[in-house]
């Protein structure tokens, strides 16, 4: 997928078409329902502006189907959280987040020196269900990874990235995410989100 160069912010501090990824982060991070999307071409960006969120979301779901079934954001439980991670670089600085999936509203956040990006999906997924076990609310979380997934339901984050100085805190962090699966039953059901059929995940950081 190509790299994007221009970030359209529908629901920000200050609405409009960015050249950056920390141009539009400074206008979405900590707003209450941003809504964002990166784009590769100026043109594509300023024609999903000028028709508004919700123009694009339609259009951009129009017509998907699969062997019969309808695949649109209809399908989505908007009453869910979910998570998503960023890297950049693979291993570079990664941050993970957890939004509320109707609003995009941000419920938790955090950042590393050194990671990578199937590390970040690891402890964003497991983040979320503690969080959600912890507040006793009673809704799914959404992951658009099947690495992550697979290593919540195994209890284990089989990254091969070298544990280092540089990694320390990284790596207590996986021990705690692990040890806190090992300690406690997952009530939480955990879906996967369809890119292909729903665009990125609300929680996504818009650098694809």
């Keep these: ?29 900590g707003f209450p329902a941003a ?19 919700k123009s694009y979301i339609s259009s951009a779901t129009k017509g998907s189907t699969n062997k019969g079934t309808i695949n649109s954001k209809q399908n989505i439980i908007s009453n869910s959280i979910a998570v998503d991670a960023a890297c950049s670089g693979n291993p570079g600085v990664m941050e993970y987040q957890g939004v509320y999936t109707k609003d995009s509203r ?18 964003a997924l497991v983040h979320g269900i503690s969080y959600l076990q912890k507040n006793k609310l009673n809704i799914p979380i959404y992951s658009d990874s099947k690495i ?54 609300p929680a996504d950081f818009g650098r694809k």
């Excluded at 539009?24 to 991070?29: D, F, G, L, P, S």
């Excluded at 809504?35 to 969120?53: I, P, S």
């Excluded at 699966?181 to 292909?196: G, R, S, Y």
């Design 1 to 29: 997928m190509a790299k994007n160069k221009y970030y359209v912010v529908w629901v920000g501090a200050k609405p409009g078409i960015y050249s950056s990824w920390p141009e539009c982060q400074a206008q979405i991070k």
């Design 148 to 201: 992550a997934i697979g290593w919540v339901q195994k209890k284990k984050c089989k990254t091969k990235l070298p544990d280092s100085p540089k990694t320390k805190a990284l790596f207590d962090m996986i021990e705690r995410a692990e040890n806190w699966l090992k300690n406690n039953t997952v009530q939480v059901k955990i879906l996967k989100w369809d890119t292909k059929n729903w665009g990125e995940i």
């Design 35 to 53: 809504k964002y999307k990166g784009f590769a071409t100026l043109v594509e960006a300023q024609k999903a502006m000028d028709n508004g969120f």
């Design 106 to 123: 941000q419920l938790f956040h955090q950042k590393f020196p050194l990671g990578t990006n199937n590390i970040g999906e690891f402890i």
